[in-house]
């Protein structure tokens, strides 16, 4: 987490976004509970060669192309001279990704055509993480979580077994775009409620359930909305077969705590067990009144808008604001990366093995902390959900930036 978020009033009442993009996806990580480390979080930049990236030469960059696609799509509108991210000025400007997407638009039918396409437009970088402290070590792989659209059934009347609501946003609920009264915020918001003319914390967990805000869309098992929230979206199910989604509207601005970190705390469950499965055990075998006491803990409450589901093919809007690619988007840290950049990722990944592809930076989340830190989109379904709560690898990365911006990187790498 950045600096700036540490401080102050802000610590609870801001989050990150992307630069003038719609709000993010909510906490895209299992419940997984991390060590807490002090570890390097300045991002380094380091020129390679495309025989430094694993696999390249066997891979077909299909779906991560169609991803990146997607972003040059959004980014047709924009000035050539507007920054992919104000934080990441590393990554250039859109005029200097457009001949990139060209390339990438006319990248050939097979995988040997595409690579080639790939490796005439642009060229590797290598991410590495170091500090400013000494004594912390740098760091060649960031740690990689997974996520995934979970299927919720839900009824549009309570019962019960399908007794917790999903809400939408209140209208009490205040955003403030920082970037609006100073530039050098953009991307930044407060979260609360204006109370006596000010703007105040917004209700936890507890009130808001206590005092109903927020319009229901469909009534869930509490354990499924529950890991609804942590996930940020989800399709919906109604006994009838019909299906639509369920989309992140806005969180209330308090920090998130995790219950799995709460449940080893209490001796309740070990380290090891305290996976969104294990959870999910524990919470079956202690019962209701147990379960909404553990989610009480929790303070940050999720709100949601309902979409329809017109290509269940492609996955929720990150907060980019562009359908997620299974096995082909990322979420990332905006304070270092700019959402559209081709990542080569190398992982340990469940069922997979050590695996190797081109991914898209297209979302982020209040977990995703760091320079080589990320959380890999797995899909939807009960593949995608098993393999998302299992994932916690070591993630080696190469951004793959245009032949300009990465000359200017080149240009300023001192001599080894």
Not at 134 to 154: C, H, K, M, N, R
Not at 182 to 196: K, N, S
Not at 258 to 287: F, T, V
Request: glycine letters at 8%; one cysteine or more.
């Amino acid at each position: 987490m950045s600096r700036w978020l540490k401080s102050g009033l802000l610590s609870s009442l801001v989050f990150l976004a992307a630069c003038q993009q719609p709000e993010p996806v909510e906490e895209p990580v299992d419940e997984t509970v991390e060590p807490e480390l002090v570890l390097p979080d300045q991002l380094q930049l380091i020129p390679a060669h495309w025989d430094a990236l694993r696999d390249w030469q066997s891979a077909d960059p299909l779906d991560g192309i169609s991803a990146f696609l997607r972003s040059c799509e959004r980014w047709q509108g924009w000035a050539d001279d507007r920054p992919l991210n104000p934080r990441a000025e590393w990554a250039g400007t859109v005029g200097d990704w457009r001949a990139a997407c060209a390339a990438a638009m006319l990248a050939g039918s097979d995988a040997a055509s595409r690579r080639a396409a790939l490796e005439a437009a642009f060229q590797p970088i290598r991410i590495t993480a170091i500090a400013e402290d000494e004594t912390v070590e740098p760091a060649d792989t960031g740690l990689l979580t997974g996520y995934y659209e979970p299927f919720v059934e839900v009824r549009e009347r309570a019962d019960s077994e399908f007794s917790q609501p999903l809400r939408r946003r209140p209208d009490d609920l205040v955003t403030v775009d920082l970037g609006r009264f100073d530039e050098t915020l953009a991307g930044r918001r407060l979260v609360g409620r204006v109370e006596g003319g000010e703007l105040v914390f917004y209700r936890d967990r507890d009130e808001i359930e206590r005092q109903d805000r927020g319009d229901v869309i469909a009534w869930g098992r509490p354990i499924d909305v529950f890991f609804l929230q942590i996930q940020g979206s989800g399709r919906l199910v109604y006994p009838d077969g019909h299906q639509e989604r369920a989309a992140f509207a806005a969180h209330n601005g308090l920090p998130y705590r995790s219950i799995g970190r709460e449940l080893i705390r209490r001796g309740e469950l070990e380290r090891h067990a305290a996976s969104k499965q294990g959870i999910e055990r524990w919470l079956n075998a202690n019962g209701p009144e147990a379960t909404a006491e553990l989610f009480a803990v929790n303070p940050r409450y999720v709100f949601f808008q309902t979409q329809p589901l017109t290509d269940p093919d492609l996955g929720p809007a990150g907060s980019a604001g562009l359908p997620l690619t299974p096995m082909a988007s990322i979420a990332v840290d905006t304070s270092h990366h700019a959402h559209g950049v081709p990542i080569w990722l190398t992982a340990d990944l469940p069922e997979l093995d050590t695996w190797s592809g081109l991914v898209v930076a297209q979302d982020s989340g209040g977990a995703i902390n760091g320079a080589i830190r990320g959380d890999f989109f797995w899909g939807w379904g009960s593949d995608a959900e098993r393999r998302a709560g299992t994932t916690r690898a070591q993630a080696s990365w190469y951004v793959l930036l245009p032949t300009a911006v990465a000359q200017r990187i080149i240009d300023a790498t001192p001599p080894a």
